[in-house]
């Protein structure tokens, strides 16, 4: 028999797959995001990731 093993992501290989278009989940609430210019945003929670100065990723939350 073939063992299930768990794929456990970091937050950092999350962002990244977000950033490159490979995921397309919020990793605050699950839900699928929107691609629009160079952020992206979670219309369900509004989480909003913005690629910043040096490449670097930018994360706003807003609490609601």
Known sequence: MTE??????TLDQELLALMRGASLE???CGEFVLHTGGAILCPQCGT?????????????????
């Open 4 to 9: 299930i093993v768990a794929l456990n992501r």
């Open 26 to 28: 919020c990793p605050v």
């Open 48 to 64: 909003r990731f913005e690629a910043g100065e040096e490449s670097r990723l930018q994360l706003t939350v807003q609490a609601g």
